[in-house]
């Protein structure tokens, strides 16, 4: 079983639904959870930064953690058609060993 | 100005042969890394030097082997290229070692022939 699991999709919804991606993990260790954005042929940006439990916000972007059950979530409220890309999630424990552990990332398209 | 730039973008290359990616940034961090990604999309740690120093060391051939001139810049020379070695690989940096928040350049896709 790996770390972290991320439904590789593709996610495909029209422009202006509700997006839902999600990232389970094993390792209870984990404090630091981060959503990734990227683009066909760029490297991944960080979208989203969150410590321990509890939601996020950032205009259309809500992160939100739930550490009782391992998962981590990202909505994408009114979707746009420039929102189309591969989402990855990270994860750390901060630890002074820490390396960042990644989903293999969900591919989304939203449809014009 | 591009935070995080490397070269070449594309690397079309035969078996055997030895090639190098360079990276650079400009955001004054002092962490850089290396990192693969595959197919899968899957990205895999390879390297993180910190101020010149080699602080991440994954469990990589030992014909790839990382060079920090300077905490600016991150190189990454492939010796004895193999098939298997084909994929797309990130320069990234962050401020900070052991920080979450990385940088990413744009990437080096390597087509090993």
């Known amino acids: 079983q790996k770390e972290v699991e991320q439904d590789p999709g593709p996610l495909s919804v029209p422009e202006g639904a509700i997006v839902s991606l999600n990232c389970t993990y094993s390792?209870?260790?984990?404090?630091?959870f981060m959503w990734y954005r990227q683009y066909s042929r760029k490297g991944p940006e960080l979208l989203m930064y969150t410590y321990s439990s509890g939601n996020k916000e950032d205009g259309r972007f809500t992160a939100q953690v739930d550490k009782s059950s391992k998962y981590i979530s990202l909505f994408i409220r009114d979707s746009q058609p420039s929102d189309s890309a591969t989402y990855l999630c990270a994860m750390s424990d901060g630890d002074s060993n820490y390396q960042l552990i990644w989903g293999a990332g969900t591919k989304l398209i939203i449809k014009p | 100005d591009t935070a995080v730039s490397q070269t070449p973008k594309y690397l079309v290359t035969q078996m055997g042969n030895d090639k190098s990616i360079k990276c650079e940034q400009n955001?004054?961090?002092?962490?850089m890394y290396w990192y693969k990604q595959d197919s899968k999309k899957f990205l895999k740690i390879m390297f993180s030097?910190?101020?010149?120093?080699?602080?991440i060391n994954e469990t990589v051939p030992n014909r790839f082997s990382p060079k920090s001139p300077d905490k600016a810049h991150l190189n990454l020379h492939i010796n004895s290229l193999e098939l298997g070695d084909s994929a797309v690989y990130f320069c990234a940096s962050s401020q900070q070692a052991f920080n979450e928040k990385l940088f990413f350049g744009s990437g080096t896709q390597l087509s090993v022939l």
């Open positions: 030097y910190n101020n010149k120093e080699l602080i």
């Open positions: 955001l004054g961090h002092d962490t």
């Open positions: 390792n209870s260790a984990f404090q630091y």
